[in-house]
């Protein structure tokens, strides 16, 4: 591959000065001279097959089979406020259950609802969006790739990506990650394009902040804090980027504000509380005082080497090429593999920092490194033999059958709705209340098509057993699988449970009944989401047996009142 030098006279005016004299120039010092201090690399002719095979490949993938139950509980959810949405034609407040629900913003939802209206409502319908998006930030690797490092680099930045389990084998699945590293993926590179010459180049910049406030539409804040310092940390440590004056920035905020700034107003005159429980509680006490999904620091290194397969198979040679002295290695090391490793290593520092984590939040990490280790490949010997062809087939047929065989039959060996046959005969009456106790089971809404599908926690237990006493009959769908059996005990004699379905996980055929059963419960003994199945029905209590003194006093009473019965009925004299 052939390299042009960005600027020899400038680079050779630097080293003569000699080694930094203050403690702040030693970054900019070790990252321009000593990690990255090679040249531009030239783009090379565009080739069809290579963006044809990123089609077809990551398609065969992502869409081949996308209809199987629903996982809880991001998936179930996921799916049933856009139903509620499309159902109210509300498209300002997210609604779950006949609720509103203020955790995050609507992107999702609305690209959801729209998937609805096109292809109707259906659990690979509500799917289809994030695999378009996953799909989309492959391409998205490989065109912006192929302009920064190269079109052999991108091309295999772009393969790493569509093999890596994190992002097409979970990507795909309804939830929001998947769509907020497609619009991360767009804005990282089109801000890269717009500051990496001399001059700033505006169509990339408003190309970013489109793509920035679409991000924040999608998940929040976060898609700020994913873009913005990595360009920073990049121009400080390089100096090679163009200058960004104060009209550029403002162009960018009042650009991503003008379209992201409108629902967020719509939704806090709607509902006030919005502000305070997003912004303030999902945003900053869930980074800084995280009162769920606590894990530590480390969380995401093997979420990282696992998610990255193949491509991390290459990861210490990768190493060994950043920290070689070799003069022709180093040459080799461009600015613009700095900026795809800043911009994957960032996101993991960011999220690692957070006290609250799930594996899917480094997936916009996926798209840079992938291209990093992609200009590694192409770089390198191993581009010439028949390792990546032979660890690249394995990836694609393991990804292969794990998507349309392994992961449907343990959705729907977890998934609730395997019993849905057996629930629905008893919903067909919506007056009967449909109780949730004591976690939520969106999926059954869904498949059900119930808005007013109810939910009671722990904690609750009471408020619970008032509400059923008010009613006849209630359908209860019970999500632990102690659950059923604490409740019986705090059910008053008024309560009684007149049927009762288990829906436990059953051993897996075709293994040994030792192997099955304690497979089975690695697995989890209760099904995602639901563990029984219970009818409960309110009775008025039988009378309490009287005691000897009572009985002799309703005698007396009873013989009193015969007495005054027959005095009343006697002849007129």
């Known amino acids: 591959m052939r390299h042009i030098d960005a600027d020899p006279v400038r680079d050779q005016n630097e080293i003569s000065r000699g080694l930094p004299q203050n403690f702040s120039a030693w970054p900019p010092f070790l990252w321009s001279h000593v990690l990255f201090p090679g040249s531009v690399t030239a783009v090379g002719p565009f080739r069809w097959r290579s963006l044809l095979l990123l089609i077809l490949l990551p398609g065969v993938l992502l869409y081949g089979c996308l209809s199987f139950h629903l996982f809880e509980p991001d998936e179930g959810r996921y799916a049933e406020i856009p139903r509620e949405m499309l ?19 609507p992107m999702l939802y609305w690209l959801v609802e729209l998937s609805y209206r096109l292809f109707g409502v259906h659990d690979w319908s509500a799917r289809l969006v994030p695999a378009l998006a996953v799909h989309g930030c492959i391409l998205l690797t490989y065109l912006f790739g192929r302009r920064i490092l190269g079109e052999r680099a991108a091309f295999w930045g772009g393969l790493l990506l569509s093999l890596a389990p994190g992002l097409s084998s979970i990507g795909r699945l309804l939830v929001m990650d998947g769509l907020l590293s497609f619009w991360t993926t767009l804005a990282l590179f089109a801000g890269f394009e717009s500051v990496r010459g001399d001059k700033l180049r505006w169509t990339w910049g408003l190309l970013a902040a489109v793509a920035c406030g679409l991000g924040i539409l999608t998940k929040g804040p976060v898609a700020i804090l994913l873009l913005l310092p990595p360009l920073w940390i990049y121009r400080w440590l390089t100096g090679r980027s163009c200058q960004v004056g104060w009209r550029a920035l403002l162009v960018f905020v009042l650009v991503t504000t003008g379209i992201a700034a409108p629902w967020y107003i719509a939704i806090c005159v709607r509902l006030p ?24 620091i480390w969380f995401y290194a093997p979420i990282l080497l696992l ?33 795809a490793l800043l911009g994957g290593i960032w996101c993991i520092f960011f999220f690692s920092l957070s006290g609250c984590k799930l594996p899917t939040y480094i997936l916009p990490a996926f798209p840079p490194l992938a291209l990093a280790l992609g200009y590694y490949l192409a770089q390198s010997h191993w581009e010439r033999t028949a390792w990546p062809k032979i660890f690249g087939g394995t990836a694609f047929l393991i990804l292969f059958v794990g998507h349309n065989v ?13 019993r ?54 209630t359908l209860l769908l019970l999500t632990h699988r102690h659950s059923l059996q604490s409740l019986r005990y705090a059910l008053p004699p008024d309560l009684r449970v007149v049927e009762q379905k288990h829906f436990g996980l059953t051993p897996i055929a075709c293994l040994p009944d030792g192997l099955a059963e304690k497979l089975t419960w690695l697995m989890g003994e209760t099904s995602l989401g639901l563990c029984d199945f219970a009818v409960i029905e309110h009775c008025q209590p039988a009378p309490a047996a009287l005691t000897k003194h009572e009985m002799q006093d309703e005698e007396r009473t009873q013989t009193k009142l015969d007495a005054e019965s027959s005095f009343l009925q006697l002849p007129p004299e």
């Not at 509380?273 to 530590?296: G, K, T």
């Not at 193949?310 to 070689?324: I, K, M, N, Q």
């Not at 919903?427 to 809404?445: H, K």
């Open 87 to 105: 159902n109210r034609g509300d498209w300002i407040v997210p609604y779950l259950e006949g609720e509103p629900y203020l955790d995050k913003p």
């Open 273 to 296: 509380a919005f502000a305070y429980h997003f912004l303030w509680q999902h945003n900053v006490v869930r980074f800084l005082a995280p009162f769920d999904h606590q894990r530590p």
């Open 307 to 339: 998610g990255l397969l193949p491509g991390t198979l290459a990861a210490f040679p990768f190493l060994r090429f950043l920290a070689s002295s070799n003069e022709e290695t180093r040459r080799r090391r461009c600015p613009a593999l700095g900026f």
């Open 406 to 418: 392994v992961l449907p039959w343990y959705a729907h060996y977890r998934a609730p709705m395997s």
């Open 420 to 473: 849905l046959a057996e629930i629905k005969d008893y919903c067909s009456d919506l007056q009967t209340a449909l109780v949730c106790y004591p976690r939520n089971c969106d999926s059954m809404a869904f498949y059900l098509e119930r808005d007013s599908l109810l939910n009671y926690r722990s904690k609750q237990t009471n408020d619970l057993v008032r509400f059923m006493q008010e009613r006849p009959r």
